[in-house]
């Protein structure tokens, strides 16, 4: 049965940082990309980071482009997602979610989510 596992979400205050994590059980980690969602009340899910199975691919959304960074332990079947600098307009429930390989944005070709976590930031 696959499973992710979102943790490390929390309150903090504006400038901050906090550091997620996505634990994946049944599959392998060397054949999936993870990205990672998020979605404020009252808008949409989009796209905030993704990498590739290997880790060699990553891409990012530009409202957190050099303040977030993502990375994966496949050893440890968790992906990582590092955020710094963080702003009131990053409060959200953040997700991560898998899909074959390679990352795309499409939110539809993501076949398994987690279950979330909230990230609040204070102004």
């Known amino acids: 049965q696959v499973q992710l596992v979102e943790s490390g979400g929390g309150l903090v205050q504006a400038g901050g940082s906090l550091r997620l994590s996505c634990a994946a059980s049944?599959?392998?980690?060397?054949?999936?990309?993870i990205g990672w969602f998020r979605q404020a009340p009252g808008k949409d899910r989009e796209g905030v980071s993704c990498i590739s199975n290997r880790g060699i691919s990553t891409n990012y959304a530009d409202s957190v482009k050099g303040r977030f960074t993502i990375s994966r332990d496949n050893a440890k079947n968790t992906v990582y997602l590092q955020m710094n600098s963080l702003k009131p307009e990053d409060t959200a429930v953040y997700y991560c979610?898998?899909?074959?390989?390679?990352?795309?944005?499409?939110?539809?070709?993501?076949?398994?989510w987690g279950q979330g976590t909230q990230v609040t930031v204070s102004s």
């Open positions: 979610a898998r899909r074959s390989y390679v990352c795309s944005g499409y939110l539809g070709s993501y076949g398994y």
């Open positions: 049944g599959s392998n980690a060397d054949y999936y990309a």
